[in-house]
């Protein structure tokens, strides 16, 4: 089981918001910043938000991130078609001193 | 582009030992911490170990704590992860990945493509 939870999977239609959460504890996402990642089945990861909320260059910005004491968000606006894939939260974890990453969400566009 | 190759998979037995290497290029390695993530098939992503960018500290998790060790040689801007007493459990695609600095709570920022190691008899 993973420190950090996600729900298993999400959906949503073109054009429409999805949202996808990351709960941890103080050790994690309480004391650390959040990041994301997005990963189309049969490639590596590619990260999408950094520093909670931050997006690398090309990321578009139908991609936003929020946090909240211990859980986090990644909002997806305006869904497409090619955003189906799997989104991983991961954070430095001070009382385990390493990564971890939570289990992952697959997302479905219907 | 930031590249970073992977080789060395493979399939061992358990029991067995395994050195799994990344070649970084078009960036400047030594400034930047590395990690390896690994992962097994049809499951999520798993941190296993950083090092600094000057190899001087070293973190993994606890799943893999005194089996497998960390390198660089920051000469040859290659990274290694030195697998022993490897599991059936360890089979995964194992990812080199970027620092984007230093420090080990930076986050990763680029990955490579993977490399499949199968423990298996």
């Known amino acids: 089981q993973s420190v950090l939870t996600q729900p298993p999977s999400a959906s949503g239609t073109p054009g429409q918001r999805v949202t996808i959460s990351c709960s941890g504890s103080?050790?994690?996402?309480?004391?650390?910043?959040v990041n994301w990642y997005q990963q189309i089945p049969g490639t590596a990861p590619k990260l999408l938000l950094y520093?909670?909320?931050q997006r690398p260059s090309g990321v578009p910005d139908r991609f936003s991130g929020s946090k909240s004491g211990t859980s986090a968000s990644l909002a997806i606006s305006g869904l497409r078609s090619d955003d189906e894939a799997d989104y991983y939260c991961?954070?430095?974890?001070?009382?385990?001193?390493?990564?971890?990453f939570g289990g992952g969400t697959k997302l479905t566009v219907l | 582009q930031v590249q970073l190759v992977e080789s060395g998979g493979g399939v061992v037995q358990p029991g067995g030992s395994l050195r799994v290497s990344c070649a970084a290029s078009?960036?400047?390695?030594?400034?930047?911490?590395m990690h390896w993530v690994r992962q097994a098939p049809g499951k999520g992503l798993e941190w296993v170990a950083f090092?600094?960018?000057?190899?001087?500290?070293?973190y993994y998790a606890d799943s893999v704590k005194g089996r497998f060790t960390i390198s660089r040689d920051n000469s040859k801007n290659t990274l290694y992860v030195q697998m022993n007493s490897l599991r059936l459990e360890d089979t995964a695609i194992y990812y080199c990945?970027?620092?984007?600095?230093?420090?080990?709570?930076?986050?990763?920022?680029?990955w490579g493509q993977g490399t499949l190691v199968t423990v298996s008899s």
């Open positions: 520093r909670d909320n």
């Open positions: 090092i600094r960018s000057d190899g001087r500290r070293k």
């Open positions: 103080s050790s994690n996402i309480g004391s650390n910043y």
């Open positions: 990945a970027r620092a984007d600095g230093e420090l080990e709570r930076r986050p990763i920022d680029f």
């Open positions: 991961a954070v430095w974890d001070d009382s385990l001193s390493g990564w971890v």
């Open positions: 078009k960036f400047t390695f030594t400034s930047f911490g």
